[in-house]
């Protein structure tokens, strides 16, 4: 049997631990596109989460036959996905934000996401 010991604050770190490698996961998905959009000299991305379904915790999904495996998921609430994401992109401004697309002349589509500013 293995007898580590472990500390109040290594306990109490491991939610925080679990979300930012959730966050660190959804930054990798979108490093190659913000990277260009910095080398084009733009001065924003904003990061498309209008697919993805927000979920209480991985297990709530497990199990479920997959309808669609372009919607993915995510277990953090939007407001802490800011604060989170302004730990990752610290000189940033980093909101919510929701836009509205024209798609044709008598249809918009909402996209709802992240937008990282550094301008």
């Excluded at 000299?41 to 309808?67: A, E, N, Q, W």
């Excluded at 996905?81 to 918009?108: A, G, M, P």
Aim: glycine share 2%; with cysteine.
């Amino acid at each position: 049997m293995n007898m580590e010991t472990f500390s109040r604050s290594y306990l109490q770190s491991m939610a925080q631990e679990e979300k930012m490698k959730e966050v660190n996961s959804m930054v990798s998905v979108i490093l190659p596109d913000l990277y260009t959009a910095a080398r084009n000299g733009k001065t924003c991305y904003f990061y498309d989460m209008t697919h993805m379904h927000y979920v209480l915790s991985p297990s709530h999904t497990s199990g479920r036959k997959i309808v669609n495996p372009r919607l993915s998921t995510y277990t953090i609430p939007m407001d802490e996905l800011v604060v989170l994401f302004h730990k990752k992109f610290t000189d940033c401004d980093i909101s919510y934000h929701e836009d509205w697309n024209q798609i044709d002349t008598t249809t918009r589509s909402l996209r709802k996401g992240i937008l990282i500013d550094w301008s």
